[in-house]
């Protein structure tokens, strides 16, 4: 049986220079940047808030592992950090800490935040349609409570996580491991309340010692637990006894765009949830009266589609430290790929390529990668960036460029590119990138 959809004629609602779709760390710095550069930017999130998976997957700690190294926060990212510090402070007191956002702040910090840089802000705008003519976007939908709304912008940005906007238009991409389409699993984080605070700080810091403790008994098969999660990164922990993110339940083999899978996954997760909650209340010291105090409000992912975009960063590009003229962002080499199949024998070696389990290789010293501009490309459309963890890359060297804080540099660099495109009157396919380098420059992204 099929059915046919309607074709509808729809009035163009606003006009803009630059429209930003996803409002994660992506989409913040592409539509901050992109106002601050002189373009009329609007930003449309699906969800009621922004942050993306800072705020919706609780991922708080951003950048631990530029600790000891000679890397810093750049840009809009580190711009973020500092004055939201400066309104908030950090409430962690675990010892050494690194710097952590809490999420709930952090959203009313951001809708200040874009505001003040001059972006028009869309919140339940979930597009998943767009009109192409010519190999350019003509408009983009957002489906709306009140029907599909249709908004026309000179460049369209997509940095929703999944290159849904890409998808809608056509762009090819690729999805997980070559051989499989296997992704890494979804999350869903929860928090609690009601810690011992005072125990799980004074010898230390007991809730490493937890997650090392937990790490060797599920290892040597001892935790009879049905989640196949090894690992138990804690966030931070509140003098009043809040853990503001456990990063536990994982579902694997799922397809992150699959409506299905989706759901299934949200289900699974907060049964592997609630398993462990018993599960922690039992076996970890100073969390034996702790409630959940809430569960993320959607599950997250680390990958899912990849644009075919006119350069595709690979490993190989990545373990050389190749140099590109066209050098957007430069990064510290680091690769973190949960075992997208759940073989948890690996080494976390990059030999393996995400087939013999799990990748985690740490910053090394100076060690870094360039991210050329035209992995932001879609070889087939002349108006669109996408930028993000869904840029154009092979899916080991994605497991390096979807670090928070190199996400938000690459939609600060496409951002700059659509202003720039304007104000060329180009498109960013023609855009000067030695002169978007510069003004990359000037907003404090160091760039060779
Ligand atoms: C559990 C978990 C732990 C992680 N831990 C770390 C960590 O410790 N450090 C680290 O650096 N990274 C970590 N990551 C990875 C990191 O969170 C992501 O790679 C990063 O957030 C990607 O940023 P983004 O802006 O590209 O996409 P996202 O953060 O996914 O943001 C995309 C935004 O677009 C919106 N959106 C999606 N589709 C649409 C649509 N069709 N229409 C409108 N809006 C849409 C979403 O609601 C979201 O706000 C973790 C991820 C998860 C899930």
Same mark, same amino acid.
Request: net charge negative; proline share 4%.
């Given at each position: 049986?099929?059915?046919?959809?309607?074709?509808?004629?729809?009035?163009?609602?606003?006009?803009?220079?630059?429209?930003?779709?996803?409002?994660?760390?992506?989409?913040?710095?592409?539509?901050?940047?992109?106002?601050?550069?002189?373009?009329?930017?609007?930003?449309?999130?699906?969800?009621?808030?922004?942050?993306?998976?800072?705020?919706?997957?609780?991922?708080?700690?951003?950048?631990?592992?530029?600790?000891?190294?000679?890397?810093?926060?750049?840009?809009?990212?580190?711009?973020?950090?500092?004055?939201?510090?400066?309104?908030?402070?950090?409430?962690?007191?675990?010892?050494?800490?690194?710097?952590?956002?809490?999420?709930?702040?952090?959203?009313?910090?951001?809708?200040?935040?874009?505001?003040?840089?001059?972006?028009?802000?869309?919140?339940?705008?979930?597009?998943?349609?767009?009109?192409?003519?010519?190999?350019?976007?003509?408009?983009?939908?957002?489906?709306?409570?009140?029907?599909?709304?249709?908004?026309?912008?000179?460049?369209?940005?997509?940095?929703?996580?999944?290159?849904?906007?890409?998808?809608?238009?056509?762009?090819?991409?690729?999805?997980?491991?070559?051989? @499989?389409?296997?992704?890494?699993?979804? #999350?869903?984080?929860?928090?609690?309340?009601?810690?011992?605070?005072?125990?799980?700080?004074?010898?230390?810091?007991?809730?490493?010692?937890?997650?090392? #403790?937990?790490?060797?008994?599920?290892?040597?098969?001892?935790?009879?637990?049905?989640?196949?999660?090894? @690992?138990?990164?804690?966030?931070?922990?509140?003098?009043?006894?809040?853990?503001?993110?456990?990063?536990?339940?994982?579902?694997?083999?799922?397809?992150?765009?699959?409506?299905?899978?989706?759901?299934?996954?949200?289900?699974?997760?907060?049964?592997? /949830?609630?398993?462990?909650?018993?599960?922690?209340?039992?076996?970890?010291?100073?969390?034996?009266?702790?409630?959940?105090?809430?569960?993320?409000?959607?599950?997250?992912?680390?990958?899912?589609?990849?644009?075919?975009?006119?350069?595709?960063?690979?490993?190989?590009?990545?373990?050389?430290?190749?140099?590109?003229?066209?050098?957007?962002?430069?990064?510290?080499?680091?690769?973190?790929?949960?075992?997208?199949?759940?073989?948890?024998?690996?080494?976390?070696?990059?030999?393996?390529?995400?087939?013999?389990?799990? /990748?985690?290789?740490?910053?090394?010293?100076?060690?870094?990668?360039?991210?050329?501009?035209?992995?932001?490309?879609?070889?087939?459309?002349?108006?669109?960036?996408?930028?993000?963890?869904?840029?154009?890359?092979?899916?080991?060297?994605?497991?390096?460029?979807?670090? /928070?804080?190199?996400?938000?540099?690459?939609?600060?660099?496409?951002?700059?590119?659509?202003?720039?495109?304007?104000?060329?009157?180009?498109?960013?396919?023609?855009?000067?990138?030695?002169?978007?380098?510069?003004?990359?420059?000037?907003?404090?992204?160091?760039?060779?």
């Amino acid at each position: 049986m099929q059915v046919t959809l309607k074709e509808r004629v729809l009035d163009i609602s606003e006009s803009v220079d630059v429209l930003v779709v996803g409002g994660g760390p992506a989409g913040i710095g592409a539509a901050v940047s992109s106002a601050r550069n002189g373009s009329a930017t609007m930003l449309l999130e699906k969800r009621g808030f922004l942050g993306g998976n800072i705020t919706a997957s609780y991922v708080e700690t951003c950048n631990y592992f530029f600790k000891g190294t000679p890397f810093r926060s750049e840009g809009i990212y580190a711009e973020i950090e500092e004055k939201y510090h400066a309104s908030y402070g950090s409430d962690d007191i675990r010892k050494d800490a690194p710097l952590r956002f809490s999420s709930e702040y952090l959203k009313i910090f951001l809708d200040d935040f874009v505001k003040g840089a001059g972006v028009k802000l869309k919140l339940h705008a979930f597009v998943n349609q767009v009109v192409v003519e010519n190999n350019e976007i003509q408009a983009v939908i957002i489906q709306t409570k009140k029907g599909p709304v249709a908004i026309k912008a000179k460049v369209v940005i997509d940095t929703t996580g999944d290159a849904d906007v890409a998808f809608s238009a056509g762009v090819p991409f690729e999805q997980g491991r070559e051989k @499989d389409g296997l992704c890494q699993p979804g #999350t869903v984080s929860f928090r609690v309340a009601g810690a011992n605070a005072k125990r799980l700080t004074e010898d230390g810091d007991l809730l490493k010692v937890h997650g090392k #403790t937990f790490n060797e008994d599920y290892r040597a098969g001892k935790t009879n637990l049905s989640c196949k999660r090894q @690992d138990l990164p804690f966030g931070r922990l509140t003098a009043g006894g809040q853990i503001s993110y456990i990063n536990y339940s994982c579902e694997y083999g799922i397809d992150p765009t699959d409506v299905d899978d989706l759901t299934l996954g949200e289900v699974k997760c907060r049964q592997y /949830i609630m398993e462990f909650y018993k599960y922690m209340k039992e076996h970890f010291e100073g969390l034996e009266n702790v409630e959940i105090s809430s569960i993320a409000p959607e599950i997250g992912f680390r990958d899912s589609r990849r644009i075919v975009g006119e350069y595709r960063l690979t490993i190989e590009d990545m373990e050389e430290n190749r140099q590109f003229d066209d050098v957007i962002a430069v990064y510290p080499r680091f690769y973190d790929m949960l075992a997208p199949d759940a073989n948890m024998d690996g080494d976390g070696s990059v030999e393996g390529k995400g087939y013999k389990g799990h /990748i985690y290789v740490p910053v090394e010293g100076n060690r870094s990668f360039q991210i050329p501009y035209k992995t932001m490309l879609p070889v087939n459309i002349n108006n669109m960036l996408v930028a993000g963890r869904c840029l154009s890359a092979d899916h080991v060297a994605q497991s390096g460029v979807r670090a /928070i804080s190199l996400c938000m540099m690459t939609g600060e660099a496409a951002g700059a590119a659509a202003a720039l495109a304007n104000n060329e009157g180009t498109s960013p396919k023609e855009i000067n990138v030695k002169e978007l380098q510069k003004v990359l420059r000037a907003q404090n992204i160091n760039l060779p």
